[in-house]
């Protein structure tokens, strides 16, 4: 298995991200205005390492792509929305962001 490698930027497209990581159990987080990631990933197992790491580069994919809904009765909640073609296409921008943290 391939190990996460902590880089300290990410490029999203045109944008460069500044990434951070944080203790375990913090989770993850991102700002596109600011172009900062946070993983919460220092000492976490791989797998709930990848999981973390795979939930931010996916979320940030289906941004991009503008199939990233809020809900306007939840704060911080979202509902998703893709068509099988444009899955495929976030799999795509997917599979290169996470190439980026591989070994």
Do not use: W
């Not at 306007?72 to 996470?98: K, W």
């Amino acid at each position: 298995m391939s190990k996460i490698k902590k880089i300290k930027k990410l490029r999203v497209n045109s944008f460069v991200f500044d990434i951070s990581y944080a203790d375990k159990g913090a989770g993850g987080r991102f700002s596109f205005s600011e172009r900062k990631i946070e993983l919460g990933i220092n000492g976490a197992e791989d797998e709930q390492a990848l999981m973390i790491l795979t939930h931010e580069l996916m979320e940030i994919c289906i941004i991009e792509m503008n199939c990233r809904l809020n809900r306007p009765d939840v704060d911080s909640d979202y509902i998703f929305v893709m068509d099988h073609r444009q899955f495929e296409t976030a799999c795509n921008m997917f599979s290169g962001l996470l190439a980026q943290f591989l070994e």
